[in-house]
């Protein structure tokens, strides 16, 4: 079969190659999956990059890639909840990526079927983000009512996000660029600022949670908008140390980890407010959620450019020009 595989850590046209690779074989508590759409990530070029190779440590060569939807085409011998010709959708563990091939074996426990009402291209944009944000949106103990800033609206992540969060009832105010004002407001955010003609921290007030989608100083800049005991939850700010110890880093991984932090503890003291970096994982139970929303049309993916499994690393690069408009979809079948 076909394979999209990384060789070696460096630039994304120097260290990827297709090769033709042995389809896989389900171990007993796993599914065969023929890969119809797999979804890009900016974490796919970071694991091309090497930038996350002291967390996530793969061997070369590894084929990449971690959403996809397709079809079960052979189930182990220990699985029960899947069959044959079964529609489905996951987003692998980091540790062992592959989407980006025509087969996949996953363990059948990350797995979901995928929205009846939608295709495979719009089913594979939604597992990472989605899950991204349920967690992320989960550790905020967001409820009705609540005022949220998210950052990134018109990305892949924001672009789930605000619809999510409408789904709980919450305001929204989310960040874009002129070119995405009018498509994001029609997502549900309440209030869309662009960040080209606005300045977000004149506007947001006493938020109950930021959602950090940006980092750096966005993180920092968060708590300036939240209200006393508000909530900062990001996924690409510094690493707080609950999530630090459910990765398993030793106490001197987290005293480094501290330190980097030192600014964020105080601003997050000073606030009275709760700081969490989210890393998402792998969840069947919360992908059967985000379906039956998908299902109910709350939730409506949303692509931005479809490529042919051959343009792979055009898609890579147009995702690292951080410019998408939700979701970029490899075609693989
Ligand atoms: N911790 C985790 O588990 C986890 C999971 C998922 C993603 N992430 C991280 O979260 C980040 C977002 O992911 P993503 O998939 O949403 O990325 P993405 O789709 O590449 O985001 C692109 C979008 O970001 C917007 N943007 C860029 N700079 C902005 C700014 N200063 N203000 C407002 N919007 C801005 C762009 O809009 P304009 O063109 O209008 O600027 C574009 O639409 C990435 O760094 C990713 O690695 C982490």
Redesign the pocket.
Known sequence: MKALQLTQYGAIDKSIAFAEIAVPQPKSNQVLIKVHSAAI???DY?LIEGSVKQVIKLDFPTTLGLDLSGTVTKVGTGVTNFAEGDEVYTRVPSESPGTFAEYIAVDSNVVAKKPHNIGFEASSSIP??GL?TV?ALAQAQIKSGDKILI?????????FAIQYAKTKGAYVYT??????VDWVKKLGADRVID?TKENYLEIVKDADIVYD???DK?TEDAFQVIKQGGKVI???GKIDDQTAKEFGLNSFIRFLLALKRRKITKLSRKKKAYYR????QPNAQQLNEISTLVEKEAIKPVIDKVFSFDQAKEALLY?KS???????ILKVL
């Open positions: 990530n900016p974490i970071h990472l983000v991204t967690q950052h990134a609206g018109s990305g892949g992540v924001g672009s960040t874009t660029s002129t070119k995405n960040y989608t940006l980092g966005y990001s996924i690409v970096m989210v890393i998402m995702q951080g410019r998408a408009k939700g979701k970029i």
